[in-house]
């Protein structure tokens, strides 16, 4: 039986995974709790350091593609980072009955969702070139 609190860890390491795939990217993976410590001591850098680092190269990106309007962004609002929970686990949907029509996160199903967004250009190909 699940803690209420419970996070499988091994869920984070699997996403981290699947993003180096994707996009080819080097990431870091911290624990769900130094995570949420780490972000709660230092929101407003977070928030400005993420949109410092990401915004840029994303408007680039879509200029350079032609994306003129798209409701896909990089933003980070610092203040969704307050009074939120940062990390979920989806054990009170699951207490309703709720299933999952995919009940596991698998790299062919991100690329699915990856290849429409580009295919209805809502993410811009040449980000999208390394998937």
């Given at each position: ?82 009074d939120n929970h940062l990390c979920i686990n989806g054990s009170k949907i699951e207490e309703t009955g709720f299933r999952y029509n995919y009940p596991e996160l698998r ?25």
């Amino acid at each position: 039986m699940k803690h209420k609190d419970f996070v499988d860890l091994s869920v984070y390491a699997m996403i981290l995974s699947l993003m180096r795939l994707l996009f080819l990217l080097s990431l870091v993976w911290l624990t769900s709790t130094y995570l949420s410590l780490f972000l709660k001591l230092n929101m407003t850098s977070t928030a400005e350091d993420s949109n410092e680092k990401h915004l840029s190269p994303w408007s680039e990106a879509c200029e350079k593609d032609g994306i003129e309007t798209t409701p896909l962004s990089p933003f980070l609002d610092q203040e969704l980072l307050y009074d939120n929970h940062l990390c979920i686990n989806g054990s009170k949907i699951e207490e309703t009955g709720f299933r999952y029509n995919y009940p596991e996160l698998r790299i062919e199903f991100l690329r699915e969702v990856l290849a429409d967004y580009v295919k209805t250009r809502l993410f811009p190909p040449s980000l999208a070139e390394s998937s």
